[in-house]
C-alpha cells in the first residue's frame, strides 16, 4: 500500500516519523488532518499489542496543540476494567477509531515551537501507561 500524503508537515515531524512511524500518512477527510501511525505498540495490559494511531490536526499546527489520540481497533484492557473517558469515536476515510479524551493541563501546555508530533506521542504512552496505576 502506498502512503498517502494529502498534507505536508514540518521537516522536524517528517524525521522523527520517518524513524519512528514507517507508513505513516496524513489524510484529509473533510475540513479535518488526520495523521495516521500504523502499527503503534500499545502497552501490555490491553486487548490488542498494535493498533492505527490517528492524531487530528487543527489548522495552524504546530502553533496550534494537538489533542487527544485515537486508536483503530478499539482498546480495551484484558482484566475488564472499564476505561474512562473513550466512549467518543470518529470515521476517518471510512475507518472506525476509538476517542481517547485526554488534554493537555495548565501544568503541561502545549508550547509552540517546542511541542511538535514526538512530544505528543510520548504523552499517548504516558496515558496508556498511566491507565493501569490509576
Given at each position: 500500500?502506498?502512503?498517502?500524503?494529502?498534507?505536508l508537515l514540518p521537516p522536524n515531524d517528517v524525521a522523527y516519523l520517518d524513524a519512528s512511524h514507517p507508513g505513516w500518512q496524513t489524510i484529509r477527510d473533510?475540513?479535518?488532518s488526520w495523521l495516521i501511525l500504523p502499527s503503534y505498540t500499545v502497552p501490555l495490559g490491553y486487548n490488542v499489542t498494535t493498533a492505527t494511531a490517528a492524531l487530528r490536526l487543527e489548522p495552524g499546527y504546530p502553533d496550534t496543540q494537538i489533542d487527544m489520540v485515537f486508536f483503530c481497533?478499539?482498546?480495551s484492557r484484558v482484566?475488564?476494567?472499564a476505561i474512562g473517558a473513550t466512549g467518543g469515536?470518529?470515521?476517518v476515510s471510512g475507518t472506525a477509531y476509538q476517542q481517547w479524551s485526554r488534554h493537555r493541563t495548565g501544568e503541561n501546555p502545549w508550547r509552540a515551537g517546542?511541542?511538535?508530533i514526538e512530544s505528543h506521542m510520548?504523552?499517548?504512552?504516558h496515558w496508556l501507561e498511566r491507565e493501569f496505576s490509576k
Open positions: 500500500m502506498s502512503e498517502r500524503r494529502d498534507f473533510g475540513a479535518a481497533p478499539f482498546l482484566d475488564g476494567a469515536q470518529v470515521i517546542i511541542d511538535d510520548l504523552l499517548v504512552k
